[in-house]
């Protein structure tokens, strides 16, 4: 089954093919950081707009790379949420579209299942059961997987999610937009032991996540100092310490309450350099596999929902045309596959 992906959940447009029998055939990708870069944040009436104007381009484009035309296509899949509702519009209505032109069948796929199974797009791939990681701007989640869509949410953020942290003490620190990707980079000068910065919540027991508290130490840090490029650097290091090591504390508490050999890490902050070096010393320490999607697609793509997509329609699951998108949608209410 050739099943044609579209991503438009926030501010990357991700059009992608999949086929459950040769794997991923083409995928595009167009981000829109340089439109929101003045704002230091996404404008959703922006970020709308800016599907409207790419999203056809690239769904002729990755036709035109995988040599298919809409007849070779057998299925459409399409991000139905979470995420910002205008976005999620953009896309869901151009799924539809196509699919009801094209007398396809059509799935709404979940945006954190599509970042849930990014790591099956790549060899080798874990096996079921698992625990799962997702870290990304808008959510931060441990989640017991034991197959497609059997999923049990362990712990979550409380308030900021661990991206949203990143970007925000990044611009505490006056970097651009998006700031996660330049902290981590300034981080790599910073030198160890000037700033202890906290753990948070893992004084107690629980798997839930809270960042509010670590981005208000640091910009009590940041306005207590005289920040020089250095000391800038120092801080940024101490910060992403704490965000690593809270999540690794977190992860080997779900891995001992699940009793799973395996880690899977996901969304846009599982592309972190510290976070897989730190997790990969931790599995060979504790015996635990620990697997991750490739860079490209730990962001926002069209090929993780293709495969999410071809999976349930491969297991029947079909989205009525008439059926709204969802900006607010639990991981755990989705039906199972067997």
């Known amino acids: 089954m050739k099943v044609l992906g579209i991503e438009t959940s926030c501010d990357e447009t991700g059009i992608a093919i999949y086929d459950s029998n040769d794997g991923l055939l083409a995928h595009e990708l167009y981000s829109q950081v340089k439109l929101h870069a003045d704002y230091g944040g996404v404008v959703p009436e922006l970020a709308s707009r800016d599907h409207v104007r790419k999203i056809v381009p690239l769904v002729q484009r990755t036709l035109a790379t995988a040599k298919l035309s809409k007849d070779d296509i057998d299925g459409i899949a399409y991000t139905r949420g979470p995420g910002l509702i205008g976005a999620l519009l953009v896309g869901s209505s151009m799924a539809r579209a196509l699919a009801y032109a094209w007398d396809k069948p059509s799935v709404g796929v979940h945006h954190m299942e599509g970042h849930l199974l990014a790591p099956m797009l790549d060899t080798p791939s874990p096996d079921y059961p698992f625990v799962a990681l997702l870290v990304s701007g808008g959510h931060s989640m441990l989640v017991d997987v034991l197959g497609i869509g059997q999923y049990s949410v362990l712990g979550e953020s409380v308030d900021d999610a661990a991206g949203e942290a990143f970007d925000k003490t990044a611009k505490l620190l006056g970097l651009d937009y998006p700031g996660g990707p330049l902290l981590a980079k300034l981080a790599e000068n910073g030198e160890t032991g000037h700033y202890k910065f906290p753990r948070p919540m893992t004084d107690r027991p629980g798997l839930d996540f809270s960042f509010s508290g670590l981005k208000t130490f640091a910009a009590n840090t940041i306005r207590a100092c005289d920040c020089g490029e250095q000391t800038k650097a120092n ?104």
């Open 235 to 338: 801080i940024a290091l101490a910060f992403e310490e704490a965000i690593v090591d809270t999540l690794l504390i977190k992860c080997r508490r779900a891995l001992k309450q699940t009793g799973h050999k395996t880690l899977v890490m996901a969304g846009g902050v599982a592309a972190n350099r510290r976070l897989r070096v730190n997790f990969e010393a931790a599995s060979k320490q504790d015996g635990f596999a620990v697997f991750y999607p490739s860079f490209e697609y730990c962001t926002d793509n069209g090929a993780m929902i293709a495969y999410a997509g071809c999976q349930r329609l491969l297991a029947g699951e079909r989205t009525e045309l008439g059926e709204k998108a969802m900006p607010r949608w639990p991981l755990d209410s989705l039906s199972p596959i067997f």
